[in-house]
């Protein structure tokens, strides 16, 4: 063997060893969950421990004439009953919401919508608590309640908020009825009716991305332990991000933040479903601070898919202009968006409606204009939830439905519409008319690539023999060919646009390596799933020539990890993941002194090699980042500290902007609107990949979930505000057996303003799905001049399009 390879072996087995970025590394965590040996909040048990249950309201929209607790007071084994009443001399029957509006604990006067949160019942166990809220007497004054919310600002359209009804000016500005919440304007409205009024070809379709939840498996749940004596809460719970609970919990309840102790445990799926705070939460705290033990609140499936954060509800007119050939010259949106009873978006605080600005898309669109009226309806409240990085989700839902649309207007193939409008490569970075600035992108590389990879020009052949077939009356089945060409933009992020509670957006790291070499490092998000044990471990075993192996990953503990605004909106990678690359340099740099110290040269003639610095050429002589650590403690050069670590709080200069090219073949039969996923290929570039494995896992999560809101899931209420679907019965979870096979593809095209490249994927998936199959079942009708068919697209759904166009017989 000559000298070369040798050196060639040895170094791929030493950055083999370390399992570092680019390595489909096995998750870590799966090793306890695999076996059962996950911690998550009701595993929690405390000495002396009682359980809360809320008593829930029938109405959607009632008066309360009258609450009567002794019944259930009286019932053995019950501790305590709390009403509006108890918490209002604290302040707390109320609490602010992340959207700057506020929110009902326990109803006070009035109820606004189906199960809302009336009192909360504390006992020595779940069984009895759950007993006695039905002995909890309650009189109702039932009220005309708002479903529909192209009513809600009706003249006679019943007030829902007494509570703020003469405040004409909310957190986002003026107010235009006591049922609007804010009007959100972004872009050049003038030049984009211009443009309109002289355009060639327009289009124009009201857009419904109906109201879904994200109905994690684990429910919401916390636990609160006040310590009377130190005067300290410990609260765990099912937090996306613990260290905001822990700022809102001091805010209020006047406890001083360094006396909370928050815990997010292992979680069992967050989808958005827990970045906010509920009535639960404070409820468990009041009742532990009150008792002086312990108090346990655990959600049941139907108060999950009922109460907490919905998703979605956005109701979009969208309209295109463009010129014959195809080119795209303006767009204008008008959204109605439905925020149910209280304004409880958890949007970064200057967005009332995320980033729904990114609704231009991939394309190259001049002038475009967004208006958004927030409303006010009997619906539980919520709204920014479910792998949808901050209404990215309906932004991309608007343009790739619209994309199909003119399409169609224009007899056109969408996918040739779509090449024609890209922002080119070399327009990045690219500023959108509505406000944002590109990282990167290259998006017909990525879309020709997907083309060329299912076959599509076959594709379109074989169906065009299959309409003439089903014309002539030889099949029953219809095929549809979805397409969707999303770009994402996630990573919140620059402290000039986006913060919570006017905290910045910042994302933190802290990493120690111990004299042995081995390392703790600690993060301000918090995995629910996403396998930030396994991931964060890759980043600093590449940067620092540390196996991955000998890295522990920890997150969710206030007290130990520093302060961080959780994960949410896919920013975990493009934030924290930053934040851990650059925590890691400081300590490389520092380490190259310490090594310059033991090798007795200058720190400039060393260069780093994989897991070690070495003499630049004399690569026989260097030291691993192992005897470095040891060194570190043992021998530091003179006048430097000893040890090694370092903390990062990072500010991201910009988002990231993840894109991707998704196509979907289906197949519908007309007769009983059942409909097969024939197949689905997804390509995604979220720029350098830390592990290709638990991207290609994010993707099929993220996929199963956008085929699931695309094709079933609703949480529907009937007119009386009755809600429907708040049942595993009733609201579709698709499982292995409904479930398509996914096929998986990638390009990549790093950021350049990441320290390591690396965009989000998390949310993706689901961003690029839900349009990707609501194309694929409206173009497998548009022949037949179906017109645009709203989501969600079960068989009954289709059956009756089916019905409506004379199909069956
Ligand atoms: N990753 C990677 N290379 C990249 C980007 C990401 O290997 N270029 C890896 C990361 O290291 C991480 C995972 O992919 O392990 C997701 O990373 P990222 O895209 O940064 O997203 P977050 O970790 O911030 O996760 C949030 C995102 C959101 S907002 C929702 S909603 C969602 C999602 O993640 N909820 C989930 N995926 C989920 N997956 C599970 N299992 N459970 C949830 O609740
Ligand atoms: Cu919008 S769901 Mo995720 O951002 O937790």
New binding site residues.
Partial sequence: MNEQVKIDLDRAERTEKLQGMGCKRKRVEDIRFTQGKGSYVDDLKLPGMVFGDFVRSPHAHARIVSIDTSRAKAMPGVIAVLTAADLKPLGLHYMPTLAGDVQAVLAEEKVLFQNQEVAFVIAEDRYIASDATELVDVEYEALPCIVDPFKSMLPDAPILREDIKDKMTGAHGPRKHPNHIFEWQIGDKQATDDVFANAEVTIKEMLLDHRTHPS?LETCQSVASFDKVKGELTLWGTFQAPHVIRTVVSLISGLPEHKIHVIAPDIG????NKVGAYAGYVCSVVGSIVLGVPVKWVEDRMENLSTTSFARDYHMTTELAATKEGKILGMRVHVLADHGAFDACADPSKWPAGFMNICTGSYDIPVAHLAVDGVYTNKASGGVA??C?FRVTEAVFAIERAIEVLAQKLSMDSAELRMKNFIKAEQFPYQSALGWEYDSGNYHVAMQKAMDTIGYKQLRAEQAEKREAFKRGETRELMGIGISFFTEIVGAGPAKNCDILGIAMFDSAEIRIHPTGSVIARMG?K??????E??YAQIIATELGIPADDIMIEEGNTDTAPYGLG????????VA?AATAVAARKIKAKAQMIAAHMLEVHEGDLEWDIDRFRVKGLPEKFKTMKEIAWSAYNAPPPNMEPGLEAVNYYEPPNMTYPFGAYFCIMDIDVDTGVAKTRRFYALDD??????PM??EG?VH??LTEAFACAMGQEIRYDEMGNVMGASFMDFFLPTAVETPKWETDFTVTPSPHHPIG??????SPHVGGVPCFSNAVNDAYAFLGAGNIQMPHDAWRLWKVGERLGLHA
Avoid at 269 to 272: A, D, P, Q
Avoid at 567 to 574: D, L, Q
């Fill in positions: 994690p799926g967050g989808f958005g479910y792998r990085s998000t995995s629910q799933g996403q396998g930030h396994t991931t994960t949410y909106g896919s920013r975990s990678t493009p993941g979220c720029g350098t990949r830390i592990n638990i991207i994010q999560g993220g690396a965009k989000g994927v998390g949310e």
